[in-house]
């Protein structure tokens, strides 16, 4: 069965540093996510990423962060300059939407930043 | 905008028991609806989701959850729990846009099998 892969599956960076987090979502998949999950709390929104450009964003998702999709495989996520504020777990995750039919989305396992 | 409720934080049932998890939403429009399990260390795995049509769905695992429109709820339940079922359990809500359908998820509920 087709699944949403990340890696690395666990980053720890020092503050102020540039971390890029990377997926690969499900291969005939259209649109494109990034959620993060602080410990302890619930999951939240970042991202919506479709035809190449991104189509929604969160508060949280300020202008350190960025979402590429620099192949036909590949979406990442970057932070310019971590702040420990930004250790959280987060997600990628991927769907199929076609017409104004709404699909499920398939989330990935999860990188785990940690930022000291 | 959007919220989702997840009344219990924690819920303890004994193995072979039913299980019953709350949801609650507040959304101006015919909702998505979806539930996703997370066992320790894993990603989100969805267990199932609402459209539209029948308010009983059936998801994997032997979960199924009914939705109540004048409730605005969306619990979740099986009727025996297997000690394989403890883990953290999601709420969400679907919001369609033009960037796809944006999740918003409750806080959870951890669910804790005793034997």
């Known amino acids: 069965e087709p699944e949403v892969t990340q890696t690395p599956s666990h980053q720890v960076t020092q503050m102020g540093q540039e971390v890029i987090l990377r997926c690969v979502p499900i291969?005939?998949?259209?649109?494109f996510y990034w959620y993060r999950q602080i410990l302890g709390q619930k999951v939240e929104f970042l991202v919506s990423?479709?035809?190449?450009?991104?189509?929604?964003k969160s508060e949280i998702f300020d202008d350190q962060f960025s979402v590429e999709r620099p192949d036909g495989s590949n979406f990442t996520l970057k932070i310019r300059s971590t702040k420990l504020e930004d250790s959280a777990m987060y997600f990628c995750?991927?769907?199929?939407?076609?017409?104004?039919?709404?699909?499920?989305?398939?989330f990935g396992p999860g990188t785990r930043l940690t930022v000291t | 905008a959007q919220s989702v409720t997840q009344p219990d934080i924690h819920i303890t049932v004994s193995e072979g028991a039913s299980l019953e998890l709350r949801c609650n939403y507040s959304?101006?429009?015919?909702?998505?609806l979806f539930w996703y399990v997370q066992s320790p260390g894993q990603g989100l795995q969805l267990l199932l989701k609402?459209?539209?049509?029948?308010?009983l769905v059936q998801g994997i695992k032997g979960f199924e959850a009914e939705f109540k429109r004048s409730q605005s709820s969306f619990n979740l339940r099986k009727p025996s729990v297997h000690w394989s079922d403890a883990a953290e359990y999601f709420c969400a809500v679907g919001l369609l846009t033009g960037g796809g359908n944006k999740l918003t998820f409750g806080t959870g509920t951890q669910l804790k099998v005793e034997l």
């Open positions: 995750a991927s769907s199929v939407e076609w017409g104004r039919e709404v699909y499920e989305q398939y």
């Open positions: 990423f479709y035809n190449n450009e991104i189509s929604e």
């Open positions: 291969s005939n998949h259209l649109y």
């Open positions: 959304y101006g429009a015919t909702p998505y």
């Open positions: 609402y459209f539209s049509g029948d308010t």
